[in-house]
């Protein structure tokens, strides 16, 4: 790679007197980058996903509650009504996802931390993966609940009762007696958030670098 | 335009009306549908408030429990108040097929309770005793005496469950139960006087060889048993001891046992002899017993008691030597003896007599300190004087038994022949919490019919609660319909909230289980137990996590010789394994676990032929030991309906003919 790619990639440099001087500038662009990691990292300790099921035999209802690298609440519970149905264990489920989830949101922090040093259009590579993770999260999550529900084990006792079906990832179903609720949870908030302030973050990237990178391709094509 | 006023009585109808709409009942409701129902019933407005103070729709708890004495289903009730509705039966010495108890579960602890080596498999519990901290229910240990056999039992709170039994081992039946102040010490008392320690003698020598006793069963909390080793007993004159209750705060220190048969009769009928009941009750009074059981265990410990029957008994000569015993008159043929919240005054009803009469514990001390006796007995055994140590008697009525205490100066004696609870002041500094007068009877309620044993709240300790009032009758006559000859008896919930003449009975419940004695009514929120066991592959036994407990994944059926050994985990709805073959002869140890973790997922493992039923509550593990030898195909399955497949959840013992 040739050093001209390289800066090209970077983009145009600003001296610290400029910064300096233009902080509203050049540091919001850094700063929203900042406050989007610190809210990615945050939410590594918070619920992404909540399920209640409702029952009339379970008064307070039963609850699973999804973070980005476990399940807790009453999933052995949900398993082993699950099993009537043949569902597999949920533990079974995104294990992955959920082995990886932890590093995944570190190296997104690395990628943001990049993207604060880079002063090109470039920066939008580094940023889009994150901006979409809420999206992707949510969609992994619909396609192993479709996989799940219809994949269901034709021995299982309730099988003649109990058709596969697709169970919605977000919002009100119903299985059974049972009626299910899936919510998001804070986590998936925050990194809903963290998208919406990176979007602004490279508006205000793209304000500050985009007259630099315009200034700069025009210097170099006259020196040509 | 003038607007008519709404009638507040339409307004109140309107939002009762929205809050049911609300609450998806389909009709609106009025107090005067409320009329017409009580009108269709004939019930009046004493009924009605009856009803609104005890009618507990579903959902809603009891705020106190009554842990009641089950008489001879030799078990405990648990009821809840003011619901009076019967939550739980707790198995203690008589085996009880729901909780397995006897049938795979609790056999060891059942054995304990063998007398002369021999299951004796019921029993007739009378006094349950909760244990105490600093003399006020603590919510953690009930413990309950078996009147026929001498045997006390330990059952743990936390799952209501009988953990010890211990057979008496120098007296043949007993009768009084109390704990010390922190639960020290559990003491039993003896009822008939017998030789101690299962000797033989005739009743021409009674009063040379029969003897009376009170056991002092050292109790450790952090094991959750009686440590027999470190327990001592006195011996007692042949009277018929009968109620024990400790003293506490101004009295503590002391227990008070009173008797009965002092004239120490001996019957005789069939040859012309005064039967019992006309000899126990010839003289005019029996003998309150005045025990100082710290004095006591300081003389065990310094080795003053000799062994009998293998079991330290400090006999009534070093009694009356280290001044541990005293007695002073009571009322004739005595039936409770129960001690103030304050510690100070001792209330004790002879039954025959109408009187209660009251001793100041404070007159006692001073009387054993000055030695003022008006004599002693046949064993020497001091005798405190009388009047010297009376404080007040106040007349009830006839035939009164037992005393509680309520929190405003009150206390409340059950009188069986009037067939009523007597209500009358306490004095002394009792004596600011009643309008009336002090120690005088102020009110009768009527209870139907034959009162033992009464319950208030806490109305046993240094801190009781007033509220309610339970009547145990013995009778219930015309009260409930006849289910055959043998009728029930009858709980009578009574309000103590008033003063005076206000203690109306507002709820009779019957109780067809077996003739309870006493019952104690604790605040439903000191008791914290468990709603499922706190892990998988919980041994309730040792209340703590048996490691042999089969797990998850790990199920198997292995074999050693002729012994097979059963891995089972049960859930729903599943024994896995599911099939069980051996060789007649062979010896089963058949451990099982459920690993539910759900509330009220619990599991029966039930098998025919081999008389085996067994509870497994979430998290619990139990081991049943049989030798398989019946031949033939046996399908066991699970007793509890635990699901839509519970029918579906079974599995074959196979055991093979030689």
Known sequence: MSLRLIERIIGPRVSPEETWKRSLRYGTPGFLLLFARILLLVSLFLP????????????????????????????????????YIGMRSLYEAAQIEREVGVFIMILFVVLLELAAYIHSRWAVLLVAPVIFFPVVFLVDLQLWMRHFGLNLDPDAPLSNSIKPFVPTALGRGGIGQFVTIATPGIGLYLATAASVVLIAALFFHRRAYLPLVRQQANANERST | MKLAPIPIRTVTATAVAAVGLLAGHAAAQSMAD?????????????????????????????????FSSGGHSGQVHVIGVPSMRLIRTIAVFTPEPWQGWGYGVGNDVLAQGNVAGKPNLWGDTHHPALSETKGDYDGEWLFINDKINARVAVIDLRDFETKQILKNPLTVS????????????????????????????????????????????????????????????????????????AG?????????INSLNTEMATGGVQDKKPPFEAGVSRNATDFLHIIDWRKAEAVFRAGGAKEQSGFPVISIETSIAEGL????PEPRSPHGVDIAPKGDFIVVSGKLDPHVTVYSFEKVKRAIANKTYSGSDEYGIPILDFDAVVEARIEVGLGPLHTQFGNDGYAYTSLFLDSAVARWTLGGQYGKGTPEPDWTLVHKTPVQYNVGHIGAVHGDTVNPLG???????????????????????????????????NMPVIYDMPVGFGEPHYAQIIRADLLKPWSIYPEVGWNPHKQQIDPMAPKKGMERVTRDGSTVEVWMTVVRSQFNPDHVKVKQGDTIIWRMTNIERAVDAVHGFAVPAYNIAVSLEPGETVTVEFIADTPGVFPFYCSEFCSALHLEMMGYLMVEPN
């Open chain 1, 48 to 83: 992404y996903w909540h399920m209640e099921l409702q029952a009339p035999q379970y008064p307070s209802g039963l609850h699973m509650t999804a973070y980005l690298n476990h399940l807790t609440g009453d999933v052995v519970e949900i398993d082993g009504l699950n099993h």
């Open chain 2, 34 to 66: 409320v009329q017409k129902a009580a009108q269709a019933r004939g019930l009046s407005t004493a009924d009605l408030l009856a009803a609104a103070k005890t009618y507990t729709p579903s959902g809603m708890k009891d705020e106190f429990v009554i």
């Open chain 2, 174 to 245: 007993n009768h009084g139960l109390c704990v010390t102040p922190d639960t020290e010490y559990v003491i039993e008392s003896s009822q008939y006087g017998v030789p101690l320690g299962w000797e033989y003698a005739t009743m021409e020598q009674y009063k040379e060889k029969h003897r009376g006793s009170v056991i002092f069963w050292k109790f450790d909390r952090k094991k959750g048993r009686i440590i027999p080793e470190e327990s001592f007993a006195m011996e007692l004159p042949p009277y018929w001891q009968d109620l024990v209750d």
């Open chain 2, 467 to 501: 509220r309610y009032l339970i009547s145990f009758n013995k009778w219930s006559v015309d009260r409930f319909l006849h289910p055959g000859p043998l009728l029930a008896q009858n709980f009578q919930l009574i309000d103590i909230t008033g003063q005076g003449a």
């Open chain 2, 248 to 256: 506490k705060l101004a009295s503590d220190g002391f227990i008070f």
């Open chain 2, 325 to 328: 015993l005293h007695l002073t």
